[in-house]
């Protein structure tokens, strides 16, 4: 039997200013945060902003692909 996609599907926001800053070797890591998201409302990507320990500010968290 085939496993149907759920409707609701989880998603990973992984923080975008860590990730520049990583490409320099500064950071000290990637702020990641796992959530769900209807995939038939919001087919595009999803941005959220959260508090990033690594940056100790708020910034855009965006969806990555697993």
């Known amino acids: ?6 409707v609701r ?4 926001l992984e923080c975008t200013s ?6 320099k070797k500064v ?3 990637v702020s990641r945060y796992i959530t769900q998201k209807n995939r ?3 087919p595009n990507r999803l941005e959220l902003k959260k508090f990033c320990p690594h ?4 910034t855009i968290h965006g969806e ?3």
């Open 64 to 66: 990555i692909k697993k």
């Open 27 to 29: 950071s000290t890591g």
């Open 9 to 12: 599907g989880k998603v990973i």
């Open 55 to 58: 940056c100790h500010k708020h």
């Open 40 to 42: 038939h409302n919001t």
């Open 18 to 23: 860590c990730v520049r800053n990583s490409l």
């Open 1 to 6: 039997m085939e496993k149907k996609k759920d």
